[in-house]
């Protein structure tokens, strides 16, 4: 996409066709009372084998990298498909990897990339603090503990700075579960009360 925001990127678009397909699927395990009845789910799931917990890591680790649904909601689909703690956990593990991945990817590839990924208007926004050397480290921290900044971007911001591997580690697998934990728990208790109010 050009510096000017003008139309939608392929990035945009990929993300667009993922949601739609997340959707879709969401639509699909609702009508067979995936979502309404803890026993179907569980023989759902169990069909899977091992390969569920492996397949959804690697999903969430992907879609840090392309996102293709709100963060929040694979929070909540890990919550609702293994249980809060196995859920967290998933959630844990596949988020960090995937923010360890778009720092070395924006690490290897430089600002350009930013603007083929996101809007210019959101570089915009969060460029005075990557621009604050001594500060911008302790700005991420707690953005990246807040569960209200768009974190996939910072971790791709975060590799065009001078923040080190070490740092940048720290802060994710410190500050990660604070931020998924209210996700999960907010957005369960949402869903549950919304499928509630369905049947």
Not at 61 to 86: E, I, K, S, T
Not at 91 to 115: D, H
Not at 132 to 157: H, N, Q, S, T
Request: net charge positive; glycine share 12%; aromatic share 14%.
């Amino acid at each position: 996409m050009s510096k000017t925001g003008k139309g939608l990127s392929g990035m945009q678009l990929l993300s667009l066709a993922g949601f739609a397909a997340c959707l879709m699927l969401g639509v699909w395990m609702w009508r067979e009372g995936l979502f309404t009845s803890q026993e179907r789910l569980n023989r759902f799931m169990g069909g899977m084998g091992h390969w569920a917990a492996a397949a959804f890591v690697l999903f969430q680790a992907v879609q840090v990298v392309v996102p293709v649904l709100p963060g929040g909601l694979g929070c909540l689909a890990g919550v609702v498909l293994f249980g809060p703690w196995q859920g967290f956990l998933y959630n844990y593990v596949g988020i960090c990897a995937g923010s360890l991945a778009a720092f070395a990817i924006a690490r290897s590839c430089g600002r350009p990339l930013l603007y083929r990924m996101f809007p210019a208007s959101l570089i915009e926004k969060y460029d005075r603090w990557s621009e604050e050397k001594g500060r911008f480290a302790r700005w991420f921290a707690l953005l990246i503990f807040l569960p209200v900044a768009p974190d996939d971007y910072l971790c791709f911001l975060a590799g065009t700075t001078g923040i080190s591997w070490q740092k940048y580690t720290a802060i994710i697998l410190l500050c990660k579960p604070f931020s998924i934990a209210l996700y999960s728990l907010g957005l369960t208790v949402a869903a549950r009360q919304l499928l509630g109010l369905w049947a």
